[in-house]
């Protein structure tokens, strides 16, 4: 593992820029065995490693390949150039979404600022990065008062006994900032959320045991529904359930005004609804392994454990303390956002702190944070389509080209816009010394695979619904009819699920529907079509595979499209634009042929990793 770093270990600008772009820098996650604990991957040098035994010879200078680097030096940038094309103001449809742009940063160019989710964050990105300086300092501060005992720090072991101090250290100190950090963001609101926390806390720790799971499911799911009908529960609207009274109609009110910076606080709930699932759920878990020590029976080092173990082995039965909770639910780093992770995997954490955690590498992952947040920003000021798109356009005006790829740089800046965040949080948890699952690992351009873009995509949701939703409820076989009909119903359940988590809208329900229609022709084509049998024509079996691939991407840009960008209706405009004439037909033609030299490209970039022993899934 550690060589894997030295081969970008030279000097000079380029050698960093490939550290920067290294998977160990995006997260160890990635190139360690979720089994192996990382001190002990750092064992291994990369000469020992085995590659994976789908490794096959590489590609990257045959003819075949050659050719493809042709075409894409020719294909990529003419399809910036047609998404900035229609962007131009010479363009005649240009005044209707000029409302939609501002004055931007480069001289002579206007911004998009149509998405309201990255306009919000770039505003604000500033005061979070004063954020993200002021917090481990204060928790540095609060260190130096709240010290650990004397006798124990100079303990150079890591013993029970100073695991637990630090625990109680780190996690007072995430508790009353938890506190001050809700107050400051919603006000009087804080109020609301710490009684469904506690609501949510008696069911996990009063109820009978084996009433846990359904009391919880069912309060939480509730809460998604009641957050959204009742709007955050205004003081006022609750007065009025009760009374009339204008002096605490008044009252009401005036709490309502004071809602904090951010009042809409059910809006970004949902992502505390899952750490308070996964803290009951722990909590349950944990219940039938108290008759030992996991760590004992397995011979583990509790300062030295697996992802896996972490995750998978309970917190001491004191350590889920109403505390705890809170500074775990409340966590200020991953609050509106995330990364997820889970209870477990938080307390164990907060005990040892975990060896991935390097100054140089979270530098690293500041350098790439800030290289994604600068081609954001030139793709908005040169390509505005969400700003088109947002314009509500009479879709017949453009050519199939114009569509295809303003919908294609769509579904690109919708990435984006979730990246960005999600990687701004992880490296604020970082420099505070929690290392949370990498939520997005491949670019949206790199990916073929419905089921595999599912694991890559939001990738510490994923590992929550496998955890949580997916493996209780039995996980997926389709070696009979009986068991191919359970697992669908299991599908169906987990993207229902995961379409009302991210909003109660019907084009989101359709989209998650659609997500698992387009799981089964690419499951169906992998019994149909079984690796083993073409082990003598494999050439011919990529080939195969990789025209399978194109109607994946297709379906996959088309559920994506519906969920979260132009809706339904949108992509049938869409659709009927590029089918209107044969030049359409043409043109989908070509966009199948040039998406066939790219998962060839993506193909061989798997290889690669294969090659290298790493198998990332995705």
């Given at each position: 593992?550690?060589s894997?770093?030295?081969?970008?270990?030279?000097?000079?600008?380029?050698?960093?820029?490939?550290?920067?772009?290294?998977?160990?820098?995006?997260?160890?996650?990635?190139?360690?065995?979720s089994?192996?604990?990382y001190?002990?991957?750092?064992e291994?040098?990369?000469?020992d490693?085995?590659?994976d035994?789908?490794?096959e010879p590489?590609?990257?200078?045959?003819?075949?390949?050659?050719?493809y680097?042709l075409?894409?030096?020719?294909?990529?940038?003419?399809m910036?150039?047609?998404?900035?094309d229609?962007?131009?103001?010479s363009?005649?449809?240009?005044?209707?979404?000029?409302?939609?742009?501002?004055?931007?940063?480069?001289?002579?160019?206007?911004?998009?600022?149509?998405?309201a989710?990255?306009?919000?964050?770039?505003?604000?990105?500033?005061?979070?990065?004063?954020l993200?300086?002021?917090?481990p300092?204060?928790?540095?501060?609060?260190?130096?008062?709240?010290?650990?005992?004397?006798?124990?720090?100079?303990?150079?072991?890591?013993?029970?006994?100073?695991?637990?101090?630090r625990?109680?250290?780190?996690?007072?100190?995430?508790?009353?900032?938890?506190?001050?950090?809700?107050?400051?963001?919603?006000g009087?609101?804080?109020a609301?959320?710490?009684?469904?926390?506690?609501?949510?806390y008696?069911?996990?720790?009063?109820?009978?045991?084996?009433?846990?799971?359904?009391?919880?499911?069912v309060f939480?799911?509730?809460?998604?529904?009641a957050?959204?009908l009742?709007?955050?529960?205004h003081?006022r609207?609750i007065?009025?359930?009760?009374?009339?009274?204008?002096?605490?109609?008044?009252?009401g009110?005036?709490?309502?005004?004071h809602?904090?910076?951010?009042?809409?606080?059910?809006?970004?709930f949902?992502?505390?609804?899952?750490?308070?699932?996964?803290?009951?759920?722990?909590?349950?878990?944990?219940?039938?392994?108290?008759?030992?020590?996991?760590?004992?029976?397995?011979?583990?080092?509790?300062?030295?454990l697996?992802?896996?173990?972490?995750?998978?082995?309970?917190?001491?039965?004191?350590?889920?303390?109403?505390?705890?909770?809170v500074?775990?639910?409340?966590?200020?780093p991953?609050?509106?956002?995330?990364?997820?992770?889970?209870?477990?995997?938080?307390i164990?954490?907060?005990?040892?702190q975990?060896?991935?955690?390097?100054?140089?590498?979270?530098?690293?992952?500041a350098?790439?944070?800030?290289?994604?947040?600068?081609?954001?920003?030139?793709?908005?000021?040169?390509?505005?389509v969400g700003?088109?798109?947002?314009?509500?356009?009479?879709w017949?005006?453009y050519?199939?080209a114009?569509l295809?790829?303003?919908?294609?740089?769509?579904l690109?800046?919708?990435?984006?816009?979730?990246?960005?965040?999600?990687?701004?949080?992880?490296?604020?948890?970082?420099?505070?010394?929690?290392d949370?699952?990498?939520?997005?690992?491949?670019?949206?351009?790199?990916?073929?695979?419905?089921?595999?873009?599912w694991?890559?995509?939001?990738?510490?949701?994923?590992?929550w619904?496998?955890?949580?939703?997916?493996?209780?409820?039995?996980?997926?076989?389709?070696?009979s009819?009986?068991?191919?009909?359970?697992?669908?119903?299991?599908?169906?359940?987990?993207?229902?699920?995961?379409?009302?988590?991210?909003?109660?809208?019907?084009?989101?329900?359709?989209?998650?529907?659609?997500?698992?229609?387009f799981?089964?022709?690419?499951?169906?084509a992998?019994?149909?079509f079984?690796?083993?049998?073409?082990?003598?024509?494999?050439?011919a079996?990529?080939?195969?595979?990789?025209?399978?691939?194109?109607?994946?991407?297709l379906?996959?840009?088309?559920?994506n499209?519906?969920?979260?960008?132009?809706g339904?209706?949108?992509?049938?405009?869409?659709?009927?634009g590029?089918?209107?004439?044969?030049?359409?037909?043409?043109?989908?033609?070509?966009?199948?042929?040039?998406?066939?030299?790219?998962?060839?490209?993506?193909?061989e970039?798997?290889?690669?990793?294969?090659?290298?022993?790493?198998?990332?899934?995705?």
């Open positions: 593992m550690a894997r770093n030295k081969k970008g270990g030279g000097s000079g600008p380029l050698s960093f820029l490939a550290s920067v772009y290294d998977l160990d820098t995006i997260d160890t996650r990635f190139t360690t065995p089994s192996v604990p001190r002990a991957s750092l291994k040098r990369e000469e490693k085995v590659a035994k789908r490794a590489p590609k990257w200078r045959t003819p075949e390949f050659y050719l680097y075409i894409l030096l020719v294909v990529v940038p003419y910036f150039w047609i998404a900035y229609v962007s131009r103001p363009d005649p449809r240009y005044h209707n979404f000029e409302p939609w742009l501002q004055d931007g940063w480069i001289p002579g160019r206007k911004i998009d600022v149509s998405d989710q990255y306009r919000t964050f770039r505003m604000n990105l500033p005061f979070m990065a004063l993200l300086i002021f917090h300092l204060l928790r540095r501060l609060w260190n130096a008062w709240y010290r650990i005992p004397q006798d124990l720090q100079k303990s150079k072991a890591n013993t029970p006994e100073v695991a637990d101090a625990l109680r250290q780190r996690t007072s100190f995430d508790y009353t900032f938890a506190l001050l950090y809700l107050v400051i963001l919603h009087f609101s804080a609301k959320i710490l009684a469904i926390m506690a609501i949510n008696q069911i996990a720790t009063r109820l009978p045991k084996n009433r846990v799971p359904a009391a919880t499911w939480n799911i509730c809460i998604l529904f957050n959204e009742g709007r955050g529960y003081f609207d007065v009025l359930l009760m009374t009339e009274n204008p002096t605490l109609v008044s009252a009110e005036w709490l309502d005004s809602g904090g910076i951010m009042p809409r606080w059910y809006v970004l949902n992502i505390t609804i899952l750490r308070l699932v996964s803290f009951n759920l722990d909590y349950y878990w944990s219940l039938d392994r108290r008759g030992g020590s996991p760590l004992e029976k397995k011979q583990l080092d509790p300062a030295n697996s992802e896996r173990d972490r995750v998978s082995i309970p917190a001491n039965p004191q350590d889920f303390s109403f505390r705890n909770y500074g775990y639910a409340i966590y200020a991953l609050y509106l956002t995330g990364p997820i992770i889970t209870f477990n995997e938080y164990s954490q907060q005990r040892y975990p060896a991935t955690i390097a100054r140089p590498r979270t530098l690293r992952y350098v790439r944070f800030a290289l994604v947040l600068l081609a954001m920003e030139l793709v908005l000021h040169y390509d505005y700003a088109i798109s947002k314009a509500h356009p009479e017949s005006t050519t199939p114009q295809s790829l303003l919908s294609y740089f769509n690109h800046i919708i990435w984006l816009k979730l990246l960005l965040p999600w990687r701004f949080f992880r490296l604020w948890s970082l420099v505070d010394g929690i949370p699952p990498e939520n997005m690992l491949r670019c949206v351009s790199n990916n073929y695979s419905t089921l595999s873009f694991r890559g995509w939001h990738r510490s949701y994923y590992r619904l496998l955890r949580y939703i997916y493996i209780p409820l039995g996980g997926s076989s389709f070696r009819v009986k068991d191919a009909i359970r697992s669908v119903v299991t599908y169906l359940v987990v993207f229902t699920f995961v379409a009302l988590w991210h909003d109660i809208k019907l084009n989101l329900l359709i989209w998650g529907w659609l997500i698992v229609v799981f089964l022709p690419e499951i169906a992998g019994y149909l079984p690796k083993r049998k073409w082990e003598s024509r494999p050439t079996y990529r080939m195969l595979c990789c025209a399978g691939a194109v109607a994946n991407v379906m996959m840009m088309s559920a499209l519906v969920g979260f960008a132009v339904l209706d949108g992509l049938e405009s869409i659709v009927r590029i089918f209107r004439d044969y030049s359409g037909l043409a043109f989908l033609v070509t966009a199948c042929g040039v998406l066939f030299v790219g998962i060839q490209i993506m193909f970039i798997r290889q690669s990793e294969f090659r290298r022993g790493i198998n990332l899934k995705c």
